[in-house]
Every structure is written in structure tokens, then in C-alpha cells.
């Protein structure tokens, strides 16, 4: 069995995930997906969980409504400041998508 | 908290109509990280599925751990289940009771739920996919020795085993024998043994062979 990964334990004082019983809960499908990038990217070194955790806490801090929404603006701006991707070029994949131009089973 | 499992999960499959903007942001962003070569789907998968099944029942293994270290936490554990968890600091709704029930050389206990698939999530994490599964379900009850000896778990004819049928209102987590060779370990090593299927009572915590070399 795993033990408690040790990411996940100090994302905590109002960047705790969000849990129902202890469970760590995905409402939808895109929030799992949002938090398993997040972690793989880690994983594979592309950045320090705490940098990651600092822009979440930001991003908690700045009043999204949702716990995934913010995580989902910080893995953004991360990725976008290390230059991993540009604004543009991931604004214009979202449309794609969100305007069905672009088929989102891949 | 709804009073069954068996519908918390909803199937979305494929999307019909136009994916939400955090939908779309999301396939942007998983889409243009694989062209990159930064990961693939079946390492988010694999992320994902680590953390709703295998760190799942971490709770339900602590308290196992802790009762087996502290006998005067074991008897509280066996007389209110959930006060006991909570004593440890882990949540426990207020909507269900949780019996503990332990194991001893004479008595083996396993859990099922034969209508559906009530299971104690909040010790336990999300129920394995055979503890849903219509054989189970009903074979648990006709035949339990047979299918505890199928999960690998042999009873001496003289242990009798008992079934208990999960409910809404009450759920089940089996307490197991704590293995020999396991004198000295800390509560964090006692608990790496507990799995998810020793607390639903169709294994045993088994000692990895490395640690008695």
C-alpha cells in the first residue's frame, strides 16, 4: 500500500484538497484530469510541487469559486511561465474544443 | 452523503454537446502536453487511479495499526467504531454507524452487501470493483468458504465465519489478526500491511518475505 504522499499531506491551510471523508473527491471528469497532470508533470520533474502549491494557494486566495477552477488556473499559469506553452497557443486549443472544431476523445 | 453507493458515480462517457470552458481548457491542456511529449493519457490515469484506490483505505489501515499497538484503543474501536475514528482525527459521517468487527482464531468475519454495494468509503476509500459484482454478492452468503478460499484466505473447518450484509444505515470493516513476525514495528509499518481486502475480511495482512531476512 502506498503511504501518504507527501505532496498531497501539505496541501493543506486553504489549499487542502477537496475530501469527502477522507476521500479525495473529483465532482467531474476534467478535475481528475486537471489533478493527475499536475502531479505527473511533477513527477517527471518539470517543476517543485511547492511551486506548483504556491500558485494554487494564490489562486485559492484570489476567491475562485471552485477548488478544481483554481487548480486548474494554476497549473495553467505554471506551464505558461515556464514556457511550456503559450497563451495563445492554449487559448486557441480551448476553443477548438469548446466549439467542437476539435473532437475531444484523443 | 446519500444512502447508497451504487449511484454516486456518475459514467459521462463521451460528450455529446460542447465541452465547458474548464472541459475545454483541460483537453487543451492534456492534449498539448502529450503532443509535447511531457506525459501520456496513461500516466494521468494511472495518477488518478493511485489516488481513489490504493490510498483509499489509509484510513481504515491507521486505526487497524493503532488498535493493534494500544489494546485500550482496540476496545474502543470494538464498542463505537466511528467515536474511534474520530478520536484518531479522521472524519466520519454522522449518517452511518460502522461496526467493527474482529477476527480471532475461532471467528472469521467478511463483509459484503448483498442489495447493492454499501461499503465503509469513508475508512475504506472506493469499494473494489468485484465487491459490486452480482457473484460476489450472492456467493458470499451461499457459499462464503469457498469464496475466501478463492481470495486465498484457507479456514480450519473449526473457525466459523460469519457474513455480514452491509446496510445503508450500517456499514462493516473487519479488524484482523495481527501477524506474527510483527513485534517491534512502528504504527506507520503495521499499517503498510493493512490492505483494503484484509478490513473487508477475504485476506490476511501478510508479512513481505524481505522483512524477516
Redesign the interface.
Known sequence: ?????PR?ANLDRGAALP??????V?K???E??????A???N??G?YAWDEFRARLVEEIAEGSPEY??SW?SA??SL?IDQG??SVD??GR????????E?D??? | MTKHDHHEQGDHGHHPEAPSDLEARTLALESLLIEKGLLTSEDVDRIISAYEHDIGPMIGARVVAHAWVDPDYRARLLNDGPAAIRELGYDYPTSTGLTVLEITEKVHHMVVCTLCSCYPWAVLGLPPTWYKSAPYRSRAVSEPRLVLEEFGVALPADVSVNVWDSSSDLRYMVLPERPEGTGGWTEEQLASIVSRDCMIGVARPRVPAEANR
Open positions: 500500500m502506498t503511504s501518504v504522499d498531497i475530501r469527502k471523508n477522507g476521500e479525495l473529483f467531474a471528469p476534467w481528475g484530469r486537471a489533478f493527475g497532470m502531479v505527473v508533470l513527477e517527471k518539470a478544481y477552477e486548474l497549473f495553467e506551464l511550456v506553452m497557443e492554449l486549443r480551448a476553443s477548438e474544443y469548446a466549439s467542437l476539435r475531444p476523445v484523443f
